[in-house]
């Protein structure tokens, strides 16, 4: 069973450009997560998706931070105007069913973003 | 809010070791408890679980056990490899099924 993709693995990019990471879960998982992590620390949620609706974005910078999944599979995470402090690695996972506590989330490699 | 505090680290083990990691949480109602794992160069991946009050998780000679009375999932595995050198993660969900809350991450050294 293939896993979580995502892409690219790394980016270099200056303050005040945009990016855009691209995520595609695991076939038939409806839910699906952006976490950042900062180094030296663990993943924090940016957004969880059911489906292609939002179930949780309370810790999305949206000033900055925007998320889609269309048609519920792939999903696109971007930054724009990226800033200094968004420089971290950029997680994708994906769980079956509904959101349950112990459903277990399968993670993506990264995107590990550096910021100039 | 509902939190995960694990120890700090570097642990650094010398091969066929006893292994503990301590993580302890703080959450509302009955949470899931979990322990990921980072390889080096790798993604994160599910090391066990467990889902109910003394329920304990288990896998590659790893352990650990939902301790509600001391809101407790300590890591332990009683003879380390240096494949086990990686950054171990305590993580939880809560009741309302949202995402995982993970504490910041333990690194493991195992020298032979």
């Known amino acids: 069973e293939a896993g979580v993709a995502q892409s690219p693995r790394y980016k270099i990019i200056e303050k005040r450009q945009s990016v855009a990471f691209w995520c595609n879960p695991i076939?038939?998982?409806?839910?699906l997560y952006w976490y950042q992590q900062i180094l030296g620390q663990g993943p924090k949620l940016l957004i969880q998706?059911?489906?292609?609706?939002?179930?949780?974005d309370s810790q999305l910078p949206k000033d900055r931070f925007s998320a889609e999944r269309l048609k519920g599979v792939d999903s696109t995470l971007k930054i724009q105007p990226a800033k200094l402090e968004d420089s971290a690695v950029y997680l994708c996972?994906?769980?079956?069913?509904?959101?349950?506590?112990?459903?277990?989330?399968?993670f993506g490699p990264g995107t590990r973003l550096l910021v100039l | 809010g509902d939190s995960v505090t694990q120890m700090e680290g570097p642990v650094t083990l010398s091969e066929e070791a006893f292994l503990t990691i301590n993580c302890t949480y703080t959450a509302t109602g009955y949470p899931s408890l979990f322990w990921y794992v980072q390889y080096p160069g790798e993604g994160l991946q599910l090391l066990l679980k467990a889902t109910k009050a003394d329920d304990k998780g288990s896998n590659k000679g790893f352990e650990a056990t939902y301790r509600k009375e001391t809101t407790s999932f300590h890591l332990e595995k009683g003879s380390v490899q240096v494949s086990d050198s990686a950054v171990y993660f305590c993580?939880?969900?809560?009741?309302?099924?949202?995402?995982?809350?993970f504490g910041k991450g333990t690194t493991l050294s195992v020298s032979s």
């Open positions: 076939s038939g998982h409806a839910t």
């Open positions: 993580a939880l969900a809560n009741q309302a099924g949202t995402a995982l809350i």
């Open positions: 996972a994906s769980s079956l069913g509904d959101s349950g506590g112990a459903k277990t989330q399968y």
């Open positions: 998706f059911q489906n292609n609706g939002v179930v949780d």
